[in-house]
């Protein structure tokens, strides 16, 4: 085995392991927003998101920038209620320093003794990475419901992702 | 250090970077069921899996081959309600090209305003790759109803895992 | 390219690749919990835990030792019953030989023909590696109702996870 053989392969070896690396750090940083907004980390939970991030739920005004996330963990830290947000398993994408992932994610309210699933939704989340660090530099979040918004999303992650594992 | 044990480690290095991309992509093809059903993405959820496929629920009769997944996908996406299938996480053995999942799923439909929980169930899929893509042969789904079939698709992943990773 | 240098990125390799060996294999073990529990894997859920480990739920007493965990797999695999435990994504944080998990977790009973979410709660696993396993040495489960412990729970884990990817 020669040298540059070698040297191709530590290359190769360098290149896929940044991709598994990428992979699993995209899927902590859409693992982190449940426990961060619904344990209220306020000082914590802006740091996943861009400075200037949108939030672009059908269900509220969109949220701009992080001092609107910081103002949602706190305001969901201080309920007198416990509320649980759901992530459904992610479909990751990664290219470059860019990063996508749809999934689908659901929210627990208590009613009556018990969690009632209020929300059941879908969501395309578009990361890049800042300095070393992903971010999430939006989230469109729409309701499935049988109206075509939600299934759009769906369906163009799994076409994008399908193209990018080819 | 001698170039052969260079070389050994780079060879052993491919060989585990191989498992971890394969856990990954596993992982992406189980993730990749709820969006590309529930989206109703009627010409991509059938590269998921194998042309004679099988998906064996006790909820229906076993679908059979892509064309049954495809009207699967046609039919829930076109549903005038919203359809959520959440998975919980998935244990993963990969062994060469043949790999089996391991987990528990549930379904969300909407009744009264919220969404309710009608199925939780135990699951085991079987993927082969071919032509260097992971796809499902067969899933097998067994409702959790206290009766034997879900329980002893559950136990028998977690046995086989932990003897595979010993 | 000098060997010193292929030696040193080698190195680097296989350090980084143990890294993500160690994500994968603890995320398996958060994994097993449910279909060990909820499939009544007697002989095997033991496997995933320590010999001296605590499972401390404010639902129960805690559990201690292997037995316990046992006793519960006996308990859940034998209910009329089906129940589920589903996990959120987990936050993993890999250090040498020890490893921290935080998620938010649900379970689902049977109710009136449907399942019902009896409980939302947040989690802190601790896994230590015992002859090459990754083990459970301590749970640590605290309801989502509002109250301080489960969001205390979550903000530790976000904040001990951001720290250590910096």
Do not use: K
């Amino acid at each position: 085995v020669s040298a540059s053989t070698i040297e191709e392969r530590v290359q190769a070896l360098e290149s896929e392991v940044r991709r598994l690396r990428d992979e699993l750090d995209v899927l902590r940083v859409v693992a982190s927003y449940a426990p961060s907004i619904d344990g209220g980390a306020v000082a914590d939970a802006p740091g996943f998101w861009t400075e200037d991030c949108v939030y672009d739920s059908d269900n509220d005004e969109p949220l701009r920038g992080r001092g609107a996330i910081e103002a949602l963990a706190e305001r969901i830290g201080q309920l007198p209620i416990g509320v649980g947000h759901f992530m459904n398993l992610p479909v990751i994408v990664v290219d470059g320093d860019r990063a996508t992932v749809t999934n689908e994610s659901n929210t627990y309210h208590p009613e009556d003794g018990r969690y009632v699933v209020a929300r059941v939704s879908a969501n395309r989340w578009e990361l890049v990475r800042v300095d070393g660090r992903w971010q999430v530099a939006t989230r469109v979040n729409r309701i499935l419901d049988g109206t075509d918004a939600g299934r759009a999303l769906l369906t163009q992650g799994i076409h994008e992702s399908l193209r990018s594992h080819e």
